[in-house]
């Protein structure tokens, strides 16, 4: 039986807070809005980033929104190309369990809230975007936990949602994987509190990064 394994990427690959919330902040300035306090933002992490910035701002309006997100990739991706950015190094282990769970036979794929070219740039850079067979961002489907970005990635690998597992951080990836049919995994290291996964539907939750093989077993 062909399985999939679908990861978010922000807080369940990559540790990549430090740069989320400094162009978040940056949009911010432009705009003239306070800051907001960093623990908001982790909380928006997985959203795409219209969303993001509506859950951080409900009061103010859509326009304001979209200028504010768009400001955001504009800071990212001058962090990018100016060399500012800071790392966003994989989790310990997380190399390791993609590479044993491929030797399994699971197919990999990765459901996330990043552009195309954001996700393209991070996978490269770790030299891990040869694992997974579909890849599945904000540019081409709703916001999480919209499901539509895994059923896409099931549609493209030609799994059934039975067969399938949503692995994430968020209380939005386990709303996603529920939404879709698949199982949700939930990891404790990234940006949303344990409490809010299970809350969310979450199957399992694992404590550390090399309890994964087994908790999808």
């Not at 399985?3 to 540790?15: E, H, I, K, P």
């Not at 989790?91 to 794929?109: H, N, Q, R, S």
């Not at 994987?177 to 539907?201: M, S």
Request: negative net charge.
């Amino acid at each position: 039986m062909t399985r999939l394994a679908v990861f978010d990427c922000d807080g369940t690959l990559v540790d990549s807070q430090a740069n989320i919330c400094v162009a978040m902040e940056e949009a911010f300035v432009i705009a003239g809005r306070p800051l907001p306090d960093r623990r908001a933002i982790r909380r928006i992490v997985g959203l795409s980033l219209v969303e993001a910035v509506q859950t951080l701002l409900p009061r103010e309006d859509d326009a304001l929104h979209r200028r504010m997100a768009a400001d955001y990739k504009q800071a990212y991706y001058r962090m990018r190309t100016t060399g500012a950015l800071a790392d966003e190094p994989l989790f310990d282990g997380i190399a390791a369990v993609l590479a044993t769970l491929a030797d399994d036979g699971w197919l990999l794929g990765v459901a996330t809230g990043k552009s195309d070219r954001g996700l393209a740039h991070i996978l490269a850079a770790h030299g891990i975007a040869d694992r997974f067979v579909t890849l599945q961002t904000a540019d081409r489907h709703a916001s999480k936990p919209d499901p539509a970005m895994l059923i896409a990635a099931m549609d493209e690998a030609g799994v059934a949602p039975h067969s399938t597992v949503m692995i994430g951080d968020t209380s939005f990836d386990m709303a996603m994987a529920t939404a879709a049919g698949a199982r949700a995994v939930g990891v404790a290291w990234g940006y949303h509190d344990v409490r809010d996964l299970a809350d969310a539907g979450a199957a399992v939750i694992a404590d550390r990064v090399d309890q994964l093989p087994g908790l999808l077993a």
